[in-house]
């Protein structure tokens, strides 16, 4: 398949159809972070800021994800969003994207990339405890995978899990933050 990277930014047809993709591909899972083209698009249009990096991956001119990375502190960025459309998914096309988004960071001098991943919907086992002080660490230690959250796709592509905000999201709904080592 002949995929091609672009810039997100570099054109008005790109972020439309960046926000489509966030809007559907989030409401596919039953998500309403971004219920409309409106929220969609000032997502996307924040994401395309300087000096943000924000990349799409398309087919034949057809755009199937799009990732950003955006300054979190000076040396490590956070990943926010990395988003397929949803008949695209488990195809390969995310971690195509994590690898030139993780290229170009290297590229200017970024040492890490941390990213959160919300466990709303009772996806691992993290959303089954109520999360305190001392069971933390232990509970991250033996997280267990209910039902296809994408913090294992993280790990393939080469994140560790290092640490969760309980209750981030509402009892028992923990943000679980990741991080990756990618530049000495």
Known sequence: MAYEFCEIGESNEYIILAARILTKSFLDIGNNSWPDMKS?????????????????????????????????YKLTWELHPLVISTQYQNKGIGRLLI????????????????????????????????LYGENILDEIRTIKNIKNHPYEFYQKCGYSIV??????????????WMWKKIND
Request: hydrophobic share 35%; aromatic share 4%.
């Open 40 to 72: 969609a698009t000032k997502e996307v249009e924040e994401c395309i800021e300087k000096p943000n990096i924000c990349l799409g991956i398309h087919e034949n001119e057809k755009l199937l994800g799009w990732i950003g990375l955006r300054p979190m």
């Open 163 to 176: 640490g969760v905000i309980p209750d981030a999201n509402g009892k028992r709904k923990p943000d679980i």
């Open 99 to 130: 690898n030139e988004l993780e290229k170009k960071a290297k590229q200017i001098g970024i040492i890490g990339i941390v990213l959160g991943t919300d466990d709303e919907y009772f996806k691992t086992s993290l959303s089954a405890v109520d």
